[in-house]
């Protein structure tokens, strides 16, 4: 991962490689300037001139200032560098994401999918700022040290040399200590921002039924798994910051005591003495940081195992070769569904054995209870999900033949649930395409009876509308209506497009309707699925079909429906509706 993401960065890993190596040179010279100050201070017992004293000293305060300005400025380019590779890891998890079936967001919470999307890549953000600054820095500045030592006396080399190595050894072997236990904290909190964000959605709801104390109980456990995860996971990854500690405490003794005996000896000056205690110290400075950058490797590695397991799902769904559809989006198709069996977790039958037809340019009411049926015939449509058995098709092709892009191009779905997006008007009517002109958007919102609303936005298409809303539930409806006006396809779906609207609204939905499924340029009238519950959204239906419980109850033209008294439409009227359908 880190040549894949690190690799874009070369010239921005120079620069920094630049810092880094200035910045070592920096922090190794200072303490052969304290040495030569000393030396020089004790020399013979007379004291050094005062002149030469001063300018080691202002030599030292330059070496100093130096190492820092040029420490900020590593950090700086370290930090640049962790943020433009993390930030290419979220958009490559997004975009995958959304290539992936609708099976893996139905099974997932919006929750969840923004932990690992957003809370995985920042604690890998915050590794890969640090990862070249800390360990590749401190381990510049380690080597830098032992070089330095073995230059002025080869048996302080050898002892600190062999001091690192078995520090390095230590280290490396006490590393995935608490592995396991940082991905069980990403884990559980994946989990507990999952629960947090379905029963924010559904705060109204909870509110009104009383059900606070049910979300309560059902909160601790998630978050009592939360704070044991993270003290088990805090406790293991200690032991490292410990054993470094201990590594530097032993190291610093190891140098003093081998400094004292040759000076004593009168094998090194007292200046020496005290660079080699100097360097000894500077060795702590990046075994503890590689210490402390091993822990936060482990939550590194926990997120990145969980980044992985999303990157390497594969969707279900594939493209077909192509069916050639892509000068035919607006001609009316006919549609097929044959023979179709599907269950939603591959057991709990959906749809069994449904056979329906819709000629081009016809209207189909599709009725029945919640839960019969409807919107999954749309879904396997739209191919958001494959039947287990039987095959959709359009024109007499297996939809599957296709590409989804080419097939959902020819598709308009409209449903009651609106989503908009924090963006501009024009970005929410087009779907951020550019392309669409200006003056065909206006057209389109005075044909669908967004005129007056329209002309009351302060900044008119660069207005921008909130995802939390904005806009009332008619409005919103009437802006997903103008989506399929731009898109202009042969095919519309309409699943409960107008329930949940006043009567005055409601109205405004019939009459874009109209529009939207009579061209006025001539064509013949688009195919369209009007799923509903009441009657009166079917009533310009050429043919009904009513599902009940996955299977096709009935199905024929409205007109000869109507007339048949021992229908089940006809008895659906006959309960006091009828005049819903004149």
């Known amino acids: 991962m880190l040549k894949t993401y690190l690799r874009p960065e070369y010239p921005r890993m120079a620069v920094l490689a630049t810092f880094l190596a200035a910045g070592t040179g920096a922090q190794l010279i200072a303490p052969m300037i304290v040495r030569m100050f000393i030396d020089a201070a004790a020399a013979g017992g007379t004291p050094a001139p005062l002149g030469h004293l001063y300018s080691l000293a202002a030599l030292l305060i330059l070496a100093a200032i130096t190492a820092q300005l040029l420490q900020i400025g590593a950090t700086y380019f370290s930090e640049q560098l962790g943020w433009s590779a993390t930030n290419r890891m979220r958009h490559d998890l997004a975009r995958h994401c959304l290539d992936l079936d609708m099976a893996f967001h139905t099974a997932r919470s919006p929750g969840e999918l923004i932990e690992r999307v957003d809370g995985d890549v920042a604690a890998l953000a915050a590794f890969f700022s640090q990862f070249i600054l800390q360990i590749v820095g401190g381990g510049l500045l380690l080597a830098g040290i032992l070089v330095t030592l073995w230059f002025n006396d080869l048996r302080m080399g050898a002892a600190l040399t062999a001091f690192a190595v078995v520090a390095g050894l230590v280290m490396h072997r006490i590393r995935g200590l608490a592995a396991s236990r940082f991905e069980r904290v990403r884990q559980a909190f994946s989990d507990f921002s ?12 909870i509110r009104a039924n009383g059900g606070g104390g049910h979300v309560m109980s ?47 000896r009168g094998e090194i000056t007292i200046g020496a003495v005290f660079m080699f205690m100097q360097y000894a110290g500077m060795m702590a400075v990046p075994i503890l940081t590689i210490g402390q950058q091993l822990q936060q490797f482990q939550n590194a590695t926990a997120s990145l195992t969980r980044i992985r397991e999303v990157l390497t799902m594969a969707p279900t769904l594939v493209d077909g070769p192509g069916a050639g559809w892509s000068d ?13 069996e599907f269950a939603y977790d591959g057991r709990t039958t959906v749809l069994n054995d449904v056979s329906l037809s819709v000629g081009r340019g016809e209207i189909l009411g599709l009725l ?18 494959d039947p287990q058995g039987g095959r959709v098709a359009l024109d007499g092709a297996d939809i599957r033949q296709a590409t989804r892009a080419e097939l959902r191009g020819r598709i308009g779905l409209v449903t009651q649930d609106i989503q908009l997006f924090d963006a501009t008007i024009r970005e929410n ?29 302060p900044a008119g298409l660069e207005t921008r509308l909130t995802s939390a809303g904005g806009l009332s539930a008619g409005e919103a409806q009437l ?3 103008a989506r ?15 329930s949940r609207l006043d009567p005055a609204t409601d109205r405004l939905i019939e009459l874009a309707l109209d529009r939207l499924l009579k061209p006025r340029d001539g064509r013949p009238p688009r195919t369209t699925i009007i799923i509903a519950h009441k009657l009166s959204t079917v009533r310009r239906a050429d043919r009904i079909a009513i599902l009940d419980r996955g299977r096709v109850l009935e199905a024929g033209r409205r007109t000869d429906l109507e007339a048949d008294p021992s229908s089940n ?13 004149q």
């Open 368 to 385: 029945g209870r919640t839960g019969s049926g409807k919107t999954t015939l749309a879904r396997l449509l739209f191919r958001l999900y």
């Open 569 to 581: 439409f006809a008895q659906l009227l006959s309960t006091g509706l009828t005049e819903v359908m």
């Open 484 to 498: 399929v006006f731009l898109k202009d396809p042969g095919l519309v779906i309409l699943d409960e497009a107008s």
């Open 218 to 264: 059902r909160l601790q456990p998630r978050l009592q798994e939360l704070a044991d995860s993270n003290v088990v996971a805090a406790r293991r990854g200690q032991w490292i910051f410990l054993v470094a500690s201990g590594l530097f405490s032993i190291g610093f003794g190891l140098a003093l005591a081998l400094g004292v005996f040759l000076q004593q």
């Open 328 to 340: 035919q989006r607006s001609a009316a198709p006919q549609v097929d569904f044959e023979n179709i």
């Open 194 to 205: 999952a629960f947090l964000e379905e029963r924010i959605l559904g705060l109204d709801d």
């Open 479 to 481: 802006l997903a209506f």
């Open 429 to 457: 009517a087009t779907l951020f395409d550019p392309s669409v002109p200006d003056a065909r958007l206006v057209e389109v919102f005075h044909d669908l009876g967004l005129g007056p609303w329209f002309a009351a936005q």
